[in-house]
C-alpha cells in the first residue's frame, strides 16, 4: 500500500525548533520529491517548500514566509523526508501534511498530517 | 506569486446534478516545458487533501469518471457531472508551473 505518515508533531513555544518526519512506503521514494503543506485551523492550505527527487539534483524550494526558518531534507536509504522549523512563531500553528510528487508536479499522495501548536 | 482566484466559494448543489468550479490564475501557467502543472484537489471534512486531476485534465488513479478537468492558460474548470454525497468537501485548484507554488482560496461543495 502507498502511504505516507508524519510524526514529530506538537505544542512547542515559540521561538523553539521542532522537526518533522515523513515516512514513506509502497512506492520508490527516491524517484518522487517530496513537498509540505500546511493548513492553519479552518483555513485553506499553504505550500511550505519541496525537495527535489536526486535525479533533479535534491534542490529544495521554500514559501517566503518560511525561508530562513525552515530545512527540508531527505533520506532515501530510508524513504523519510524531514521538516525542519526553527524560530517558530505563533502564525507557523498548522497541521501539517507531507506530499510526493511525480513528474507531474502533482500532488499524488498525502499524509494523514501531524499537529503543530506554537504557543506560550 | 502566482495567485489563484477560485469561484465561486460555495457551491450548494443537489444530488444528482452538476457541479463546476473556476479556477483563475494571474498569469499563464504554461511551463517553459510545454506542460501546464494546474491540479485539483479535493478536501472531505476531517481528511487531508486528495488528488483529483492533474495537468488539467488528467484524472488521477482511483478518481471516478465523474470529474473532469478542462480549461488552458488561465482559465480552468472542475466539473462534476452527477453530485453524489460523498462528494461533499472543499476543492482546491494548485498550480506548479512556478515557485511558489500556489493553492486557490478553496470552494465547499455541499448538498442542498
Not at chain 1, 85 to 91: A, G, R
Not at chain 2, 12 to 35: F, K
Request: charged letters at 15%; proline letters at 4%; a positive charge.
Amino acid at each position: 500500500e502507498v502511504q505516507l505518515v508524519e510524526s514529530g508533531g506538537g505544542l512547542v513555544q515559540p521561538g523553539r525548533s521542532l522537526r518533522l518526519s515523513c515516512t514513506a512506503s509502497g512506492f520508490t521514494f527516491g524517484d518522487y520529491a517530496m513537498s509540505w503543506v500546511r493548513q492553519a485551523p479552518g483555513k485553506g492550505l499553504e505550500w511550505v517548500g519541496f525537495i527535489r527527487s536526486k535525479a533533479y539534483g535534491g534542490t529544495t524550494e521554500y514559501a517566503a514566509s518560511v525561508k530562513g526558518r525552515f530545512t527540508i531534507s531527505r533520506d532515501d536509504s530510508k524513504s523519510i523526508a524531514y521538516l525542519q522549523m526553527n524560530s517558530l512563531k505563533t502564525e507557523d500553528t498548522a497541521v501539517y501534511y507531507c506530499t510526493s510528487s511525480a513528474a507531474t508536479r502533482s500532488f499524488d499522495i498525502w499524509g494523514q498530517g501531524t499537529m503543530v501548536t506554537v504557543s506560550s | 506569486d502566482i495567485v489563484m482566484t477560485q469561484t465561486p466559494l460555495s457551491s450548494p448543489v443537489t444530488l444528482g446534478q452538476p457541479a463546476s468550479i473556476s479556477c483563475r490564475s494571474s498569469q499563464s501557467l504554461v511551463h517553459s516545458d510545454g506542460n501546464t502543472y494546474l491540479s485539483w484537489l479535493q478536501q472531505r471534512p476531517g481528511q487531508p487533501p486528495r488528488l483529483l486531476i492533474y495537468k488539467i485534465s488528467n484524472r488521477f488513479s482511483g478518481v471516478p469518471d465523474r470529474f473532469s478537468g478542462s480549461g488552458a492558460g488561465t482559465d480552468f474548470t472542475l466539473k462534476i457531472s452527477r453530485v453524489e454525497a460523498e462528494d461533499v468537501g472543499v476543492y482546491y485548484c494548485t498550480q506548479a508551473t512556478q515557485s511558489p507554488y500556489t493553492f486557490g482560496q478553496g470552494t465547499k461543495l455541499e448538498i442542498k
